[in-house]
């Protein structure tokens, strides 16, 4: 059998695709201790994780002079659609002015009207909490396409963890759980083709004993470029 890429997905892909959108339109059931926990259609993926990682990734902007950002995995796009702000007040009038860049696409396949692949490359490409969410038998590919749109460097948030989220079957809908090595090893796969290209990614770890709080663990190939650790809303890490 042919290696699995864009071209050629893993069926398991295929049917998760499908079971995105129909998430995205009808909402999910949640795994929690509240009885009927359930996310509606309209709040469901909405692209809100991404806050938490704005100044981190408006470093590595800055640090490759980017102007131009795919977000990989996007969900609906709403987070481009609201101020930025902070306990402390108003941060910014819109994620594209806190980074400035105004070059920003949004894919995600599982939401019309975002769902088309883009056709050219973009100087930087994020995927926030995506790949989670991949079949492991694709992790490769997909990952080796964030690289190849990508010019300058590519940043991904990763939980190591299970969701709260549950899929139509009935499956945890964090599906590739893996630690923060064996991601690495899957990056740094993909950027010895593309040896240009750098690399930051974010793991959020369960900590042993304590429910629900996580740790944030960083790998990345910026060697010793002043980077910005600093998160927005930490108390969303517990």
Known sequence: ????????????YKELIKMYSNMHADGFNRDTSIEGDFTEGQSAFSGQSLRRWLKHIGSLIKITGSGSVLDYGSG???QYQSEVRTAEGLLAPSIGS???VDDIT?????????????????????ATD????????????VVDELFSF???????????YRAAATLPDGRNAHITIRSPLWWLGVFQSARA?????????VFLIPIKGQDHKKKVDYLHSF????????????NAMV
């Open 76 to 78: 609906k796009g709403l």
């Open 193 to 201: 083709r593309r040896p240009n290209v750098h690399f930051s990614t």
């Open 223 to 234: 060697g010793n470029e002043k980077i910005d650790f600093s998160m927005i809303e930490d």
């Open 98 to 100: 806190l980074w400035g």
């Open 1 to 12: 059998m042919a290696p699995y890429s864009r071209s050629n997905p893993s069926s398991e």
């Open 130 to 141: 995506v790949l989670e969410h991949v079949p492991e038998d694709d992790i490769f590919w």
């Open 106 to 126: 949004c894919f995600d396949p599982g939401v019309k009207g975002s769902s088309v692949l883009p056709n050219k490359p973009f100087d930087a490409v994020i």
């Open 150 to 160: 990508s010019k300058k460097f590519v940043f991904a948030s990763i939980p190591c």
